[in-house]
């Protein structure tokens, strides 16, 4: 059985003194829920703070972005080195990384295997745009950026990958993929995986569902067979809806 993980990603809200006493109220709430594996992932300037803040329960901490070197005349990044013992998590290629700041499938690649090979956990994020949705382009842009983002990546390290589907249409918009639809794009990501890698990879792997996820349709995604989790933008920021989610998470998956 795969365990459910809802990862919430804060994008660029919250001060550090917002985060860190985000956290604080939020840890006693999610504590209950440890069938399910819980990560917050604040920006740069909390991680180190939030981290501390948590240090003493399971939440775990993921950063948002890295760079695949790890140091050098590279204004504005941070390093896997320099995330390494502060973060367990970090999301890679997500679809404004990709909008604003030129992410491409080979640096979601790089930065992967550069999170890889520091003990850290990627995110990879793919997911089509409507206009791809729209002109039924969705399972082969799709399958591109699974295939592009792990190439290379070894069948072991592959434990510690997980893929957040969110289609870019439904990020932040208020729409959402149906439960149904959310599924069979996501079974589908795993048959890429299952082709690149064999059954028992493909088993393990861990994907989620991402994109306008509140509390009101977490059950709809959580209660099927293929989506293991969700990766949560506004519902994330408020405690209450992040506790919905974790919870009904855990109900849904019997957890
Ligand atoms: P929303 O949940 O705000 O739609 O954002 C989804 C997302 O981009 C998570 O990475």
Known sequence: MRMPIIAGNWKMYKTLAESVS?????APHLAPFNGVERVVCPTFIAVAAVADALKNTDI???AQQLHWETQGAFTSQISPTMLQGLVEYVIIGHSECRAYLGETDETVNKKAKAALAHGLKPIVAVGESLAQNEAGETESFVSGQVRGGLAGIS????????IAYEPIWAIGTGKSASGDVANSIIGMIRGVVRDLYGNDVANALRIQYG?????ENMAEYMSQPEIDGALVGGASLKV?????L??????????
């Open 22 to 26: 985000f956290v604080q109220e939020l």
């Open 60 to 62: 775990k901490v993921g």
């Open 155 to 162: 069948a072991p390290d592959m434990a510690n990958v997980v």
């Open 211 to 215: 994109g306008s996820v509140k509390p």
């Open 240 to 244: 209450a809806d992040f506790t919905a």
């Open 246 to 255: 974790v919870k009904a998470a855990a109900e849904s998956k019997g957890v």
